[in-house]
């Protein structure tokens, strides 16, 4: 699971640069620790115009971000998007970082963990 170092007292950003030639859908929501269900962030398609998706909130450490990227293509090649967390217009630590899918399947699903230091060991 990816994880990356924020400020929790700073707004985030998430930008999303589709690097394959897929058809896709997605869906980004985030979860902060003492929620009981997560938040909507963006739903979209590789069609859109706007690849940064602003979080309204700020976010504790021990939140997460999931995604949901659903995609086809006619060549069972690898689905990949490169995924920007920033803050103050810059990248966070640890970011960016690429998410990738199987050829041949449907989509991909998971998180990405808000921590104070990305690069400790779990």
């Known amino acids: 699971m990816p994880k990356v170092g924020t400020d929790p007292s700073k707004p985030l950003q998430i930008c999303l640069d589709f690097l394959s030639v897929h058809v896709v ?52 090649a690898e689905f990949e998007v490169e995924v920007s967390i920033q803050q103050d217009g810059e990248d966070v630590d640890c970011s960016p970082f690429v998410i990738t899918g199987p050829g ?14 990305c690069e400790a060991e779990d």
């Not at 041949?104 to 230091?117: N, R």
């Open 25 to 76: 859908a997605f869906r980004l929501r985030y979860r902060k620790p003492e929620d009981d269900e997560p938040t909507l962030i963006a739903v979209g398609t590789h069609r859109d115009d706007e690849r940064c998706h602003d979080v309204e909130e700020e976010l504790s450490w021990g939140s997460v971000i999931d995604y949901r990227f659903l995609y086809a293509d006619e060549a069972d």
């Open 104 to 117: 041949g399947e449907f989509g991909v699903e998971g998180a990405i963990d808000i921590v104070d230091d």
